[in-house]
């Protein structure tokens, strides 16, 4: 079973940009994807891209390319998030969330969410 | 893109009674439908993959059924931990893998 610990919440200014983490372990972790899907509060659940760390591929939705960046360690197994021009709109939580290459496209297991406060 | 539609938005059940959940898909996606169940304050939790089949663990009052651009969730004899919020999920066509807005089940 694969295991996803977050980073902490975050408290940021509009303009800036925030990096959150996300270690993975356990299980099968060769041809894995790693991806991160926010939640804005009281709302539902929104996809933002994700990286297979051995390939280094990325995918990103549409809506944030250019302000979004997923990258890996492959040292520590530690997939990052990096969303930079920060605006109250993106006020959530963020989760990571895994697949392996034997469950290509649903996510099976999820962190445990990280909180990016955006506010002046 | 491929937009998910759930519906009710929110269903009230009692416990013990059966609920069934929607899921529209704009276009067909094959089964490549999956259900999550988030509970208040937890992160999202698999329930179904391939649209049928029932993640590990999932007890077997949960069962998933459709194809193509219909969808149904069904829980029978509901318990009080299944009181949450569901979301369906494509992964036919990506990028995006995209999400229903979700259904709040809510006890009656």
């Known amino acids: 079973q694969v295991h996803l610990v977050q980073s902490g919440a975050e408290v940021k200014k509009p303009g800036s940009s925030v990096k959150v983490s996300c270690k993975v372990s356990?299980?099968?972790?060769?041809?894995?994807?790693i991806n991160w899907v926010r939640q804005a509060p009281g709302q539902g659940l929104e996809w933002m891209g994700g990286?297979?760390?051995?390939?280094?591929?990325?995918n990103y939705a549409q809506r944030f390319q250019g302000r979004v960046t997923i990258t890996a360690d492959r040292s520590t197994n530690t997939v990052y998030l990096e969303l930079t021009s920060l605006g109250p709109e993106d006020t959530a939580l963020y989760y990571c969330?895994?697949?392996?290459?034997?469950?290509?496209?649903?996510?099976?297991?999820w962190g445990q969410g990280t909180l990016v406060t955006v506010s002046s | 893109e491929i937009v998910m539609t759930q519906s009710p938005v929110t269903l009230s059940v009692s416990p013990g009674d059966r609920a069934t959940l929607s899921c529209r898909a704009s276009q067909s996606v094959s089964s490549n439908l999956a259900w999550y169940q988030q509970r208040p304050g937890q992160a999202p939790r698999l329930l179904i993959y391939a649209a049928v089949t029932r993640a590990t663990g999932v007890p077997a009052r949960f069962s998933g059924s459709g194809s193509g651009t219909e969808f149904t969730l069904s829980i029978s004899s509901l318990q009080s931990e299944d009181f949450a919020v569901y979301y369906c999920?494509?992964?036919?066509?990506?990028?995006?893998?995209?999400f229903g807005q979700g259904t709040k089940l809510e006890i009656k």
């Open positions: 999920q494509q992964y036919d066509n990506w990028p995006p893998y995209t």
């Open positions: 969330a895994y697949y392996g290459s034997a469950s290509p496209g649903w996510f099976d297991s």
């Open positions: 990286i297979i760390p051995m390939f280094r591929r990325t």
């Open positions: 356990g299980g099968t972790l060769s041809s894995y994807s």
